[in-house]
């Protein structure tokens, strides 16, 4: 069975920091492309990064430069490092999985992702 399990997320203050696991079971995932999403109250979900199936990466705009996408491939896991962390970022985290192949220019569209998990929380709040 596939599945995705997120953890790491809490409550930090703003400029701070988190760092997000998604581990993997079932399948490898070095063979998929992966994303991490997040989805706000009241707002649509949002591709955050992604590291595409030539093993690329990529930010949305508002993320560039804070967050680092890395995986590690003998522990399966994929994580999302959030750095200098605004209020804005606060959201449900979900990290999802393509067994399409997905290029730069489209791994950040949750709509073309498979395998999801089940969210972890982030709150940045003083």
């Known amino acids: 069975q596939l599945q995705l399990v997120e953890s790491g997320g809490g409550l930090v203050q703003p400029g701070g920091s988190l760092r997000l696991s998604c581990a993997a079971s079932?399948?490898?995932?070095?063979?998929?492309?992966i994303g991490w999403f997040r989805q706000a109250p009241g707002k649509e979900r949002e591709g955050v990064s992604c590291?595409?199936?030539?093993?690329?990466?990529t930010y949305s705009d508002s993320v560039k430069g804070r967050f680092t996408i890395s995986r590690d491939n003998a522990k399966n896991t994929v994580f999302l490092q959030m750095n200098s962390l605004k209020p804005e970022d606060a959201a449900v985290y979900y990290c999802?999985?393509?067994?399409?192949?997905?290029?730069?220019?489209?791994?950040?569209?949750?709509?073309?992702?498979?395998?999801w998990g089940q969210g972890t929380q982030v709150t940045v709040s003083s």
């Open positions: 999802a999985a393509s067994g399409s192949y997905l290029g730069i220019a489209t791994c950040l569209d949750h709509r073309l992702y498979d395998y």
């Open positions: 590291i595409s199936s030539s093993d690329g990466s």
């Open positions: 079932g399948f490898t995932l070095d063979y998929y492309a």
